[in-house]
């Protein structure tokens, strides 16, 4: 049951440390179609950031350890965190599963106040995480100053001005959804309650994310397309559901008109401090 006295952050948090809220992102994104579409997402990304072997990452936001998987498969040393302990049994498994328990190293971490020295990371990933922080102004804070001076953080957010996102919000307003839409700087905040939790998602504001990571001696280098439309997770057969999936991927490597996608990659790159 939700305690109406406590803060909308450990609300959200206590919906985090739950297994059902990611047993149902399991269920939505996890399938053959949208891996596929990831693995092409991955190969653009990395090949841009242009980083030697062994360089250190962090993937904040962890869940089963698949993007960790993918940034270890490409070279890279990982340390994998997410703030939900049953997730992180299930990301060790995973990932020993797959052979690279020698290059990730996976813990418990928060986002808000992370145990990690400053400038620590090459690249630092945060793959559709922010959006459901709350207090999304200290999370940055807190990226920022893990990540090295020239290093990289990379962003998977959904698109507030995109037209699934405008639908979405037009929809659950008119069917009088049990959702709660506040518009803020941010961009616009939806609340429910899902498993007797409080559910917290952000359709994100470009502008004002651009000029937090500017407080924060971060610049943005690249906004890209990441998945185009989500429409795969109401469409029914797997015929239909593979034609999006497919869909997403030309759309990621052939028109990548990031405006236009419900969600959107964004590179951000932290200033090298001159003597």
Wanted: charged share 20%; with cysteine.
């Amino acid at each position: 049951m939700i305690d109406p006295t406590s803060s909308l952050g450990d609300q959200v948090k206590r919906q985090m440390n739950q297994s059902p809220i990611h047993k149902a992102w399991e269920k939505n994104y996890r399938s053959l179609g949208n891996e596929a579409f990831f693995e092409q997402a991955f190969d653009e990304m990395v090949s841009r950031l242009q980083q030697p072997k062994d360089s250190q990452a962090l993937d904040i936001g962890c869940g089963i350890c698949a993007n960790s998987i993918r940034l270890a498969r490409r070279g890279y040393l990982v340390s994998a965190a997410d703030y939900s302990e049953p997730i992180l049994e299930e990301a060790r498994e995973n990932v020993a599963r797959n052979g690279f328990s020698e290059r990730i190293s996976i813990g418990r971490q928060d986002i808000l106040g992370l145990n990690f020295p400053g400038a620590n990371f090459d690249l630092v990933l945060c793959w559709g995480v922010l959006m459901h922080i709350p207090d999304a102004a200290q999370a940055i804070s807190e990226l920022a100053r893990v990540v090295k001076p020239g290093g990289f953080i990379v962003l998977e957010e959904i698109n507030q001005h995109a037209p699934e996102a405008l639908f979405m919000r037009a929809a659950w307003s008119w069917l009088k959804k049990n959702i709660v839409i506040t518009r803020t700087p941010r961009g616009y905040e939806q609340t429910t309650t899902f498993a007797g939790e409080t559910l917290f998602w952000r359709h994100v504001d470009q502008i004002w994310l651009v000029e937090q990571f500017a407080k924060n001696s971060c610049s943005l280098v690249r906004r890209d397309s990441s998945t185009q439309t989500e429409m795969h997770i109401y469409a029914p057969g797997a015929t239909s559901k593979n034609t999006v999936h497919a869909w997403n991927r030309f759309w990621n490597r052939h028109v990548n008109i990031p405006q236009l996608a419900f969600h959107n990659v964004f590179i951000f790159q932290k200033a090298v401090q001159t003597p």
